[in-house]
DNA sequence: GAAGCAATAGACCAATCGGTCCAATGCCGC
DNA sequence: GCGGCATTGGACCGATTGGTCTATTGCTTC
């Protein structure tokens, strides 16, 4: 078995990195310095490089947000009050970070023409969450599921990108005020 | 005065390629094959390179988004009718194309910690497009016209993401469908 | 301690990057 | 035809890119 914390250390790295400046914005040797590893142990853990960590780091950093939604919808004591606490919950999670960082997914949409695999993961990683909101509708007797999954799943996209652009989470407060209008 | 031709040339080619690829996914070899020029007429127009085309190209292209804005209200009885037709347009637009060009602002949003001019540059057009709905807002008697432009421009970003992702404007005809229920 | 595998270390590669520079070209008023 | 400026054409540059390859290290099992 390999030792878990290099591999760790090289997705923890490329995901903040991309995050931050998109796949194409990254080179591999910011990651491998900002991992504190060298080229070898990338192409060990990760045989086809560049692209496989970013599919690595993608599904990584989605399964992340996907149990912050189930752990957040888990307390809710309706589906709007969860959707209202999933976005107070990212809210508070791009505030405590000194740089506003992209919604992981974001980071390698741009680079799907170049790799094709990247647009795939992509839109795995979508899906689940929509599957995933989706899931929690439905259990809490939500009457549209379906579109109120996508639906809650475009405003968190929309405040997340204009986050991003202004640096700062006041696209999450003002769209968690318009929740909160709906409880 | 220089013939607007080459000029424009290049920031056609710029647009369309970093809408597909993003700043940094996009070379300068490849922008200049698009427009059929040589790298001499590149840095004649935009004697700061490839930072200052890319501004040039968002701007235009977040001009020729305004104007959509425009034409598009004009035509609107109400405010929520308007923004129906807002996202229907975009919607036509986006699904004309061979491939679903992300929003011009993104294209050049993950290159922003590398070039602050950018950052300056998105935030201004995002700026720009609030701005232009709040006042179709207000003209029409929108009750809340701050938050309805936010949250009109969040909707849409967030529909142009995942539409993007999917290769595929079925985002946005769900988010018309959520935006024809409120009329 | 020797064999053997997991993992690291980093030299090295061709290709491409953004950018600089200057000669050549085309078009203008004269 | 000529001077002069706007624009083009593209060679050239150092730096960096993603990727390959091999030597070495260190642990584990006999």
Redesign the pocket.
């Known amino acids: 078995?390999?030792?878990p914390t290099?591999r760790d250390r090289l997705i923890r790295a490329a995901s903040n990195l991309f995050r931050q400046k998109g796949y194409?914005g990254?080179?591999?040797?910011?990651i491998l310095k900002e991992a504190g590893?060298?080229?070898?142990?990338l192409?060990?853990?990760f045989?086809?490089?560049?692209?496989e960590l970013a599919e690595a780091a993608t599904r990584w950093a989605g399964a992340w947000l996907e149990r912050l939604l189930d752990a957040t919808f888990a307390q809710a004591e309706s589906f709007d009050q969860g959707a209202l606490m999933v976005c107070e919950t990212i809210s508070a999670e791009v505030a405590s970070q000194t740089h506003v960082s992209a919604c992981p997914v974001l980071s390698i949409l741009q680079a799907a023409p170049l790799e094709p695999q990247l647009q795939i993961t992509a839109q795995d990683v979508y899906g689940s969450w929509t599957k995933c909101i989706e899931k929690h509708a439905k259990r809490m007797g939500s009457p549209q599921p379906e579109e109120a999954a996508f639906s809650l799943h475009c405003k968190l996209q929309g405040a997340w990108v204009i986050a991003f652009a202004q640096q700062s989470n006041a696209a999450f407060t003002q769209l968690a005020r318009e929740l909160r209008a709906k409880i």
């Open positions: 078995m390999s030792d290099s194409s990254v080179g591999l040797s910011e590893l060298p080229k070898g142990s192409y060990y853990h045989p086809k490089g560049k692209q």
